[in-house]
């Protein structure tokens, strides 16, 4: 089974191709990722560098981690949905990966929205800088390092959970039942037969 997509102006499709015991990627670089090797597979929506409610299967394979995205640049500023072909590709990839790699798990992402978090660390961020540069520039040195303690601690503190938030919510499913994942909902809005 074959999928393939373009990821934008400058550079050449990407073909994935499934194999028996491997998901072969062929385009920017040729690689070769042997299914026994998965350890995570997680459906999420686009975000970053895909386009806002792609779809997009991530993969983690050791420390080599891939993601495939249902849409194709089709254009500047247009982008091609390939529902359609990304479906049935993720659908055997995860079914034979089920098989290949009984221990990996299969998750959804989570739904929490870092947009509002990461502003306030932005925000927070930017204040110690700021702080910091004023007492400095003042010759307020005691000052500043109170200053610039208490706000880094705050900061510190806040960004102790930022890598557990973004699984807060997903949940884990059966690749070999999609249909049945999540208490009888559709495993993932595309992912339906």
Do not use: C
């Amino acid at each position: 089974m074959i999928y393939e997509v373009r990821r934008g102006a400058l550079t050449r499709p990407t073909t994935w191709r499934l194999e028996d015991d491997a998901l072969v990627e062929d385009g920017l670089r040729a690689r070769r990722y042997g299914l026994t090797d998965l350890k995570l597979a997680r459906l999420t929506t686009g975000a970053g560098r895909f386009a806002d409610g792609e779809q997009v299967l991530a993969l983690t394979f050791g420390r080599r981690r891939i993601a495939i995205g249902s849409m194709s640049y089709a254009g500047l500023g247009r982008r091609n949905d390939q529902t359609g072909a990304f479906t049935p590709f993720i659908r055997a990839l995860l079914a034979s990966a089920a098989v290949q790699a009984p221990g990996a798990r299969f998750r959804t992402a989570g739904n929490v929205r870092l947009g509002v978090y990461g502003g306030v660390l932005a925000i927070l961020g930017a204040g110690l800088v700021l702080v910091l540069f004023a007492t400095l520039a003042a010759g307020q040195y005691r000052l500043g390092a109170d200053l610039g303690a208490r706000l880094s601690f705050a900061l510190i503190v806040l960004l102790t959970p930022l890598p557990w938030i973004r699984s807060i919510g997903g949940k884990a499913f059966d690749p070999l039942r999609m249909d049945d994942a999540w208490g009888g909902r559709k495993a993932h809005p595309g992912l339906e037969p």
